[in-house]
């Protein structure tokens, strides 16, 4: 089955860290772009960052200053998302999104394949 | 970057058209064709429905579409449905290399 599932949410105290991982399965992870998509509760969808298949393009929305990096294993057909410093208003659920079929560059810029999410609490 | 405007909410009756804009600018919905529509019910995630600003995925009704003129998007849903009710964003690629969604509009199906 073609899939991705998101895991490593959970409370953390502000200021601190966590590591979300996203397994795919059913398709050649080795070939996608990937992105990281997060919502706060009762809002809209956020784009994090995403990372090109073979890593040569790793991009991060403005406003997370650093804070997150985004990388990836092809031989296990996972996706990372380290995230220090947090703060209350990186409580989110974290998505895990594959971008479409690209045979070169930077990615399609749409998702195509979205995981299930998890959640993320920064609070004291 | 700021987010594309999306209207709130949009409401329409059964068999209906309904269309959803997403304003952005030259830097983003209008200087490029990486335009993007999703639906998302409550507690799930988010299924795309337009890519490349017209082009349906496989398995989405045909009553779902896209369009745009200058630095507004639009999604079209005609023959409105029960079903159809749901939150809708817009996504564009931007000049700064990243990506940016909209605020979302709730469909309400009267």
């Known amino acids: ?124 | 970057q700021s987010a594309l405007t999306q209207p709130a909410s949009v409401s329409g009756s059964p068999g209906q058209s309904i269309t959803i804009s997403c304003s952005g600018t030259s830097s983003d919905v209008g200087g490029y064709n990486y335009v993007s529509w999703y639906q998302q019910y409550p507690g799930k995630a988010p299924k795309l429905m337009i890519y490349d600003v017209t082009n349906r995925p496989s398995g989405v009704s045909n009553r779902f579409s896209g369009s745009r003129s200058g630095n507004t998007a639009s999604l079209t849903i005609s023959g409105l449905q029960a079903e159809d009710e749901a939150d809708y964003y817009c996504s564009s690629y931007t000049s700064s290399s990243t990506l940016v969604f909209g605020g979302g509009t709730k469909l309400t199906v009267l």
């Open chain 1, 1 to 124: 089955e073609v899939q991705l599932v998101e895991s490593g949410g959970g409370l953390v105290k502000p200021g601190g860290s966590l590591r979300l991982s996203c397994a795919a399965s059913g398709f050649t992870f080795s070939s996608y772009t990937m992105h990281w998509v997060r919502q706060a509760p009762g809002k809209g969808l956020e784009w994090v960052s995403s990372i090109s298949s073979s890593v040569t393009y790793i991009f991060y929305a403005d406003s997370l200053k650093g804070r997150f990096t985004i990388s990836r294993d092809n031989a296990k057909n996972s996706l990372y998302l380290q995230m220090n410093s947090l703060r209350a208003e990186d409580t989110a659920v974290y998505y895990c999104a594959r971008d479409g079929p690209a045979i070169v560059g930077p990615g399609r810029w749409y998702f195509d394949l979205w995981g299930r999410g998890t959640l993320v609490t920064v609070s004291s």
